[in-house]
C-alpha cells in the first residue's frame, strides 16, 4: 500500500508541475478561475481513483462528483478533454438481476454518462438546436452504428449486440454529436482545444517520468481496485522502457501527444511569451518520443507537414524540413546513444524488424479474407484459415491496423462509410477554413484541425481502436463541425455579430478577422 501512495505522490507532483506551465502559458487565454476549477478536478479524481480501494466505490464516487462539479462548469466539452486522460480506462462489466451483466463500464464512459449524456439531453430544449441526422455527418455516423449493430447478430445475441450498441453510443456517438453541437463559437471550440492540451500535457509530463525511471505509476491500480486489467504492463523497445502514463499503452499516448501538437501549433500563437511556447513545444515532443511508438511518430510528421502546406511559402519551408531531417541523422550518429535512437526510427531503423514484417503479413493474409468477404466481412476474422499464421505467442491475432479491423469485421460497405465520414470532414472544414485570411486565427484554427486529423488518418494504419482512439477521433470530428457551422455564422450573418454565439474569437497576436476576396 505505501508503494501504491508513492506512486500518486509522483503523479500529483507531476500534475502539479504542468499546472504551473499551463498557468503561465494559458492564464491570459482563459479565466484565472477556469484553471483552476480544471486544475481541483483533475486532482479530486484521480484521488478519488486511488483512495477507493474498489471499482465500484470509486465510480460511483467519482461519477457523483464529476456530476456535481459538471454544473459549475460553463464549458463540459473542454472539461471532459481535461478529465479524459486522469485515470487508465479500466473496465469491469455492470452486474444485473435476470441477465449476465450490463456492459463494461470504465472511466471514460463514466465521463460519457456523466458530462455528455446530460450535455446531450439540454439540446433538447435549445431553440437553436440542430436536429439528429439534419446533416450528411450525421447520416453517415448514424448508418455505421446501425450496421455494426445489425453485423454483431451475426455471431452473437441479441443481448450482446445491445451491449455493443450501448457501448458504441459511449464511445462514438456522444462524443461526435455533443462535440458537433454544444461548441457556439471560436472563443468556445480555442477552450475545448486548451482543455485537451492541458490533459495530454500532463500525461506528457507522467510519460517522461516514466521513460527516465523505468517506472510505469499507474502500473498497480488496477490491482488496488480489486480488477484485472489486460493494458497497462510494461513494453520496452531499444533497451528502454515505453512510457504510457494513464492511457493503457504507448500507442494510445503517443497518439493522443500527437493530436496535441496539431492542436498547439494554433494556441502557441496566441502565447506571447516566445519561451514559454517553446517549452511547450519541447514538452509535447519529449512525450511523444518516450512512448517510442514510431506509428505516431510518422502521423506527426504527416500532420507537420499537411499544416505546413495550408500555410504561405510551403515549398521553402519543405526544403528547410527535409534538409533538417537529413542533417540529424549525421548528427545523431557524432552524440552518445545517438545511434539508439536511428536503430528504432521509422523505415531506417532495424530494431523489431519482426514488428514491421508482422504488419506486412498481416496486411497480405487480410487481404485474402476481405477479397472472399468483400461486402460486409465476416464476424471473427481471427478464425479465418487465412489468418492462422498470424497467431502470436499469446494465443492472439493482433489487428494493428483501424483500416483493416473495419474491412474485416463490416467488409468495404463499412469502411467505405468510415473514410467517407472523415474525408467529408476534411472537406468541409478546408472550405470553411478558406473563408477567413490567412492572417486570421480563425485560418489557423482550420490548418490545425485539419492537420490533427491528417495525423489521425496516418497513425490508426498502425493501431487498432483500443482505449480512448475511437473517442479521441469522434470527438476531433464533431469539433471539425463545429467550426465549418461557427463559419457558416460568421460570414452568414457578417453585419450581425451582436450574439454571444457569433462573436469571433479573442485575439492575442492577430488582426481581426478578414474576409477571404
Known amino acids: 500500500m505505501s508503494y501504491h501512495f508513492l506512486t500518486l505522490t509522483f503523479i500529483l507532483f507531476l500534475a502539479t508541475l504542468t499546472f504551473i506551465f499551463a498557468y503561465k502559458a494559458f492564464e491570459p487565454l482563459l479565466p484565472t478561475d477556469q484553471l483552476k476549477k480544471w486544475r481541483n478536478s483533475w486532482y479530486i479524481v484521480t484521488l478519488i481513483a486511488f483512495l477507493a480501494s474498489n471499482f465500484w466505490i470509486y465510480i460511483i464516487v467519482c461519477g457523483l462528483y464529476v456530476r456535481y462539479f459538471s454544473k459549475r462548469e460553463e464549458n463540459i466539452f473542454a472539461l471532459y478533454f481535461v478529465l479524459l486522460l486522469a485515470i487508465p480506462p479500466i473496465d469491469k462489466l455492470i452486474p444485473a438481476i435476470g441477465i449476465s451483466h450490463l456492459f463494461p463500464i470504465n472511466y471514460p464512459r463514466l465521463l460519457s454518462l456523466t458530462l455528455l449524456l446530460p450535455l446531450l439531453l439540454s439540446l433538447r430544449n435549445k431553440p437553436d438546436r440542430i436536429p439528429l441526422g439534419s446533416t450528411t455527418p450525421d447520416k453517415l455516423i448514424l448508418l455505421i452504428i446501425i450496421l455494426t449493430f445489425f453485423l454483431t447478430l451475426r455471431g452473437t445475441s441479441f443481448t450482446d449486440a445491445i451491449r455493443y450498441g450501448v457501448t458504441g453510443f459511449l464511445d462514438v456517438f456522444l462524443p461526435y454529436y455533443t462535440a458537433s453541437r454544444v461548441i457556439k463559437n471560436m472563443s468556445q471550440l480555442k477552450t475545448v482545444m486548451i482543455g485537451f492540451i492541458i490533459g495530454c500535457l500532463i500525461a506528457?509530463?507522467?510519460g517522461i517520468f516514466e521513460y527516465r525511471s523505468s517506472w510505469l505509476l499507474y502500473n498497480t491500480l488496477d490491482e488496488s481496485l480489486g480488477v484485472s486489467w489486460s493494458m497497462g504492463g510494461y513494453l520496452g523497445r531499444g533497451g528502454d522502457i515505453r512510457a504510457i502514463a494513464s492511457t493503457g499503452h504507448s500507442l494510445i499516448l503517443g497518439y493522443v501527444?500527437?493530436?496535441a501538437l496539431g492542436f498547439y501549433l494554433f494556441i502557441s500563437q496566441s502565447i506571447k511569451s516566445t519561451t514559454i511556447r517553446y517549452v511547450g513545444f519541447a514538452f509535447i515532443g519529449l512525450g511523444l518520443f518516450v512512448t517510442?511508438?514510431?506509428?505516431?511518430?510518422?502521423?506527426?510528421v504527416a500532420l507537420f507537414m499537411a499544416y505546413l502546406a495550408m500555410g504561405s511559402k510551403f515549398f521553402r519551408k519543405f526544403i528547410v524540413f527535409i534538409l533538417v531531417a537529413l542533417l540529424a541523422i549525421p548528427t545523431l550518429q557524432m552524440i552518445p546513444g545517438g545511434n539508439k535512437i536511428i536503430d528504432i526510427l521509422p523505415f531506417i531503423g532495424t530494431s523489431e524488424q519482426f514488428n514491421v514484417d508482422y504488419r506486412e503479413r498481416l496486411l497480405t493474409d487480410s487481404m485474402k479474407v476481405i477479397i472472399n468477404n468483400p461486402i460486409f466481412g465476416v464476424f471473427d476474422a481471427r478464425t479465418e484459415p487465412e489468418m492462422?499464421?498470424?497467431?502470436?505467442?499469446?494465443?492472439?491475432i493482433d489487428i494493428v491496423n483501424t483500416y483493416l479491423g473495419i474491412a474485416l469485421f463490416q467488409g468495404l460497405v463499412g469502411l467505405s462509410l468510415f473514410l467517407g465520414f472523415f474525408l467529408l470532414a476534411l472537406s468541409t472544414t478546408y472550405k470553411a477554413m478558406r473563408r477567413f485570411s490567412k492572417n486570421s486565427e480563425e485560418h489557423l484554427c482550420g490548418r490545425s484541425l485539419i492537420a490533427s486529423l491528417v495525423g489521425v488518418l496516418v497513425t490508426i494504419y498502425t493501431v487498432s481502436t483500443i482505449?480512448?482512439?475511437p473517442i479521441v477521433f469522434w470527438s476531433l470530428a464533431g469539433l471539425m463541425l463545429s467550426y465549418s457551422r461557427i463559419s457558416k455564422l460568421t460570414f452568414g450573418e457578417h453585419p450581425k455579430l451582436d450574439s454571444d454565439d457569433r462573436l469571433p474569437l479573442g485575439r492575442q497576436n492577430y488582426p481581426s478577422t478578414l474576409i477571404r476576396k
Open 204 to 206: 506528457a509530463a507522467i
Open 257 to 259: 501527444t500527437m493530436i
Open 292 to 300: 517510442l511508438s514510431r506509428g505516431p511518430w510518422v502521423g506527426a
Open 388 to 396: 492462422q499464421d498470424l497467431v502470436q505467442g499469446e494465443g492472439i
Open 467 to 469: 482505449g480512448v482512439i
